[in-house]
């Protein structure tokens, strides 16, 4: 499984981004696609995911500037950021998470990264 993200760059505070990434070979239907992000010095954390059923999650910093949507069919997770802050600012990774069997599938984009300025 390859994880291709796109979009990300320089913002200035209140700004919109949208980040798009798709999935290729194999992969199962029934699944999570979704974003996390890592600040310098910070660990990795959850910023919003959507599972191939519709169920979203998020992250309560980014709740009602964020929306994470998916296409299925293009096996692509998009994430519409709205309202950017200063501590959005991270590198931002694409996961595609599976559970087979009670075992968990963890694959990873290459990251790219939002810089809002200051």
């Known amino acids: 499984v390859q994880l291709q993200a796109s979009g990300g760059g320089l913002v200035p505070p209140g700004g919109s981004l949208r980040l798009s990434c798709a999935a290729s070979g194999k992969i199962f239907s029934v699944n999570f696609m979704g974003w996390y992000r890592q600040a310098p010095g910070k660990q990795r954390e959850l910023v919003a995911r959507i599972h191939s059923g519709g169920t979203t999650h998020y992250a309560d910093s980014v709740k009602g500037r964020f929306t994470v949507s998916r296409d299925n069919a293009k096996n692509t997770v998009y994430l519409q950021m709205n309202s950017l802050k200063p501590e959005d600012t991270a590198v931002y990774y694409c996961?595609?998470?599976?559970?087979?069997?009670?075992?968990?599938?963890?694959?990873w984009g290459q990251g790219t990264e939002i810089t809002v300025l200051q």
């Open positions: 996961n595609l998470a599976i559970d087979i069997l009670r075992t968990k599938y963890d694959y």
